[in-house]
C-alpha cells in the first residue's frame, strides 16, 4: 500500500496509482492517503474501466482479488472499511461448498488475519470490491473531479488517441503516459510506441508524456525517448525478475536496463538525452 511504498524508499519518487471506483469517498480517501504519504503524483489509469477479455486468466480461473490478494489498498482504507457493513446491490451469493470454496475461505482467512480482519469482513470486502471497482461511465467529468480533487500532479495512464492527449491537456493534467496497458486490455489494440509520435505532437510540449507497453531492453528506450517519451515504464520484465530472484532479481534487471540504455547511448554516439529526436530513427 502506497504509505509502505514510500516508507521502504522515502527518497523515491512514489506515483500513487489511482484506479477511479464507482465509490467517491473511496477515491478521495486514497488520494488523502497519497498526499499524506508523501506521494510524487497521481497517476489516473483510465483504460481499465473494466478488465479486459484475458483467455489465460480466464481459463485458469485467475483472479487473486477473489482470495483478498491485491487488494491491500482496500483494506487498509478506512473509508471502505467503513462502508463494509452497507448494503450491496444483486443477489445474495450461496456457492456450493466445494473444495475450490474452501481453499478460497482459508486464503481469505489468512489475508485477513495480516490485516486483522475477520472472515466475514473479508467476503463483505471481496464482494464490495467486485462491485465497486468496474466503473465503465468513468468520463472526463470524473477525471476533472480527481483533478480538483488533489494538490498532487495528476498523470493520465492508458491514452493513445492524440484527441484525448490533447483534451486532457486542456483539462490541467501535468503528464499523460501512453500504454496499452501491455496489451492486455483491448487485443490488437494500437502499439503503445506507435502511438507515440502524435501523442507527443498533441501535448506541444506542455506536459511530459511517458510511455510503457513493450518496452523490455535499454534499446526500446531509447527509441522511445527518441519519440519524445520522456520517461518509459516497465510492466512484465519486473514481474518477472521478482518471480526469478525477488528483490535482488529486480535490481539486477535495472542494473542492466539501465547499462543497455546507457551503452546504446554510447554506440550512437549520444552524449546527452536531450540530443535524442525521431531523427535518429530514420534510416
Ligand atoms: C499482472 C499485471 C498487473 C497490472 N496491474 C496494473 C494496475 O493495477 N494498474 C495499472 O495502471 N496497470 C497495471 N498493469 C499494466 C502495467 O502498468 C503496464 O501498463 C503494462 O504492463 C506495460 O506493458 P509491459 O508489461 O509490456 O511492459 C498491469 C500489468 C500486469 C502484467
Redesign the pocket.
Known amino acids: 500500500m502506497v504509505e509502505a511504498a514510500k516508507g521502504v524508499n522515502p527518497e523515491a519518487l512514489v506515483f500513487f496509482?489511482l484506479?477511479h471506483s464507482t465509490d467517491p469517498r473511496v477515491v478521495e480517501s486514497f488520494l488523502r492517503r497519497a498526499e499524506q504519504a508523501g506521494c510524487a503524483g497521481v497517476?489516473l489509469?483510465v483504460?481499465?474501466v473494466q478488465l479486459g477479455w484475458r483467455p489465460r486468466d480466464l481459463a485458469l480461473g485467475h483472479l487473486p482479488f477473489l482470495k483478498g490478494q491485491?487488494l491491500a489498498i482496500y483494506l487498509t482504507d478506512p473509508a471502505f472499511l467503513r462502508a463494509l457493513e452497507e448494503p450491496l446491490e444483486g443477489p445474495a451469493l450461496r456457492p456450493r461448498p466445494t473444495l475450490a470454496l474452501l481453499k478460497n475461505l482459508l486464503a481469505l482467512r489468512r489475508t485477513g488475519r495480516r490485516f486483522g480482519l475477520s472472515l466475514t469482513q473479508m467476503q463483505k470486502a471481496v464482494r464490495r470490491f467486485v462491485a465497486t471497482y468496474s466503473f465503465p461511465e468513468l468520463s472526463w467529468e470524473e477525471v476533472r473531479r480527481v483533478r480538483e480533487a488533489t494538490s498532487l500532479p495528476l498523470l493520465l495512464?492508458?491514452l493513445l488517441h492524440p484527441e484525448d492527449v490533447a483534451k486532457a491537456v486542456a483539462l490541467g493534467v501535468d503528464g499523460v503516459y501512453v500504454?496499452?496497458?501491455?496489451?492486455?486490455q483491448v487485443d490488437g489494440s494500437i502499439a503503445?510506441l506507435k502511438a507515440l509520435p502524435l501523442a507527443v505532437e498533441a501535448a506541444e510540449g506542455k506536459v511530459p508524456v511517458l510511455m510503457?507497453?513493450?518496452?523490455?531492453t535499454g534499446a526500446d528506450a531509447v527509441k522511445a525517448l527518441a519519440l519524445g517519451a520522456k520517461a518509459v515504464?516497465?510492466?512484465?520484465?519486473y514481474?518477472y525478475a521478482l518471480a526469478l530472484k525477488g528483490e535482488e532479481g529486480v535490481g539486477a534487471l535495472l542494473d542492466h536496463f539501465l547499462a543497455e540504455v546507457e551503452l546504446t547511448l554510447a554506440l550512437m554516439g549520444v552524449a546527452r538525452l536531450e540530443e535524442l529526436g525521431p531523427a535518429w530513427l530514420q534510416s
Do not use: E, F, I, W
Not at 179 to 184: A, D, L, P
Not at 233 to 237: H, N
Open positions: 496509482q484506479y497517476v489509469t483504460d481499465t491485491g495512464k492508458g500504454s496499452n496497458h501491455g496489451g492486455r503503445a510503457d507497453s513493450g518496452v523490455r515504464g516497465l510492466g512484465r520484465p514481474v
